[in-house]
């Protein structure tokens, strides 16, 4: 069972955790179903709110996994009722967020697999790729597809972000989910890995 405790929700960069131990972050679209697939992964369906009210969320928010790394949850983008003074204060947190956060193992992009990836989901691709992060696309709401139509949107969605490797996963049956949780685990233990030999190489004479 997956130990998993809310720990902050960060408005500022003085909030952020004072810790070094690998993040995963998940990232996406207002309403893509960030919190829903949080609670699917950790089991708890407590964990992260959901609202129905889309762009809701304003903060970035830390979740300890077995006191072993962070599962951290960015503001949902591009709801149009969201106020431009708010989005410019979202976009400014989560780019520092990205500047002065150390390790990150992984970044978790959600899409809608119902539709294919919107101009604000490539242009987020783009930019984590200059970032030059792990990324893993996550295509949400996969329970309301047939089984031609994942067919058929996993490969769009692949081609649409260059190949990207998808996962069709639902929150609401835990579709993909296990893939989801192999690929964090072993970016987590890449990234712990690489954090031993950083440190071996302080150590030596």
Known sequence: MTQADFIISAVSERDFPRTTIPEVVFAGRSNVGKSSLINRLTGN????????TPGKTQSINFYRIDNSFFFVDLPGFGYARTGKAAIAQWKKL????FQVRRPIALVVQLVDSRMPPTEMDLRLATWLDAL???RLVAATKADKLSGN????????ISKALNNQD???SSAENGDGCKDIWRRIADSVKSCDVQREQQRGAVRRP
């Not at 369906?45 to 959901?50: M, N, P, Q, V």
């Not at 989560?94 to 967020?97: D, L």
């Not at 139509?149 to 769009?156: D, F, G, P």
């Open 45 to 52: 369906r407590r964990l992260a709110r959901t609202s129905a």
């Open 94 to 97: 989560i780019e520092r967020y």
């Open 132 to 134: 030059g992060v792990q």
């Open 149 to 156: 139509q994942k067919a058929k949107q996993l490969r769009e």
């Open 166 to 168: 998808v996962v069709m």
